[in-house]
Antibody, heavy 119, light 111 residues
Framework: EVQLVESGGGLVQPGGSLQISCTAS????????MHWVRQAPGRGLEWLGR??????????TYAASVKGRFTFSRDDSKNTVYLQMNSLRIEDTAVYYC??????????WGQGTLVTVSS | QTVVTQEPSLTVSPGGTVTLTCASS?????????PNWFQQKPGQPPRPLIH???NKYSWTPARFSGSLLGGKAALTLSHVQPEDEAEYYC???????????FGGGTKLTVL
């Protein structure tokens, strides 16, 4: 059974930084691209970006809203993908999901971790 | 920046049929946009229902179907059940600098 477990969310001040993690099991992690999606309270889903696999040079793609502030990385030895968030804004407050493709574009999802940006 | 548009809300009676649509500011939606549909209930992560325009997952109820309709992606629910009340999101692949874009979601009320 595929499992994705996000962790590391919490309260951070505007302008601050936070790193969240997503640990995977139940599939061959190193062979899977990983995506990040967020959902602000009471709002819709927003695709944030993707990190590809080693054969694809761990290439990353970011949504315009987070490009230059957010960074994806992964440690295939730990089956973990990371989202480093810098220069956080109040509007970055959201539940952050990691998700991965399967037969569809985004098949498996974690339960999400809440990041709150507030003073 | 590409915008994907869905009906903000729809209401359907139990046992009825309803069609949700998904349009792209980039132009008519084709199978190349690889439409995906997700169902989300409060407090839960999204659950995929349809991929590649028409394809269901093993857990997708038979009453859900995906299609292309008038230049848009469409999700049709037939014989709607009370448990179908949820938010539905489409996801389109556009390639380029921001490959994947979600629609704003449709809140489906079964009443």
């Amino acid at each position: 059974e595929v499992q994705l477990v996000e962790s590391g969310g919490g309260l951070v001040q505007p302008g601050g930084s936070l790193q969240i993690s997503c640990t995977a099991s139940g599939f061959t992690f190193k062979e899977s691209a990983m995506h990040w999606v967020r959902q602000a309270p009471g709002r819709g889903l927003e695709w944030l970006g993707r990190i590809r696999t080693r054969p694809n040079d761990y290439a990353t793609t970011y949504a315009a809203s987070v490009k230059g502030r957010f960074t994806f990385s992964r440690d295939d030895s730990k089956n973990t993908v990371y989202l480093q968030m810098n220069s956080l804004r109040i509007e970055d407050t959201a539940v952050y999901y990691c998700t991965r493709p399967g037969i569809g574009d985004l098949d498996d999802w974690g339960q999400g971790t809440l990041v709150t940006v507030s003073s | 920046q590409t915008v994907v548009t869905q009906e903000p809300s729809l209401t359907v009676s139990p046992g009825g049929t309803v069609t949700l649509t998904c349009a792209s500011s980039a132009g008519a939606v084709t199978s190349g946009f690889s439409p995906n549909w997700f169902q989300q209930k409060p407090g839960q992560p999204p659950r995929p229902l349809i991929h590649s325009t028409t394809n269901k997952y093993s857990w997708t109820p038979a009453r859900f179907s995906g299609s292309l309709l008038g230049g848009k992606a469409a999700l049709t629910l037939s014989h709607v059940q009370p448990e179908d009340e949820a938010e539905y999101y489409c996801l389109l692949y556009h390639g380029g600098a921001q490959p994947w874009v979600f629609g704003g979601g449709t809140k489906l009320t079964v009443l």
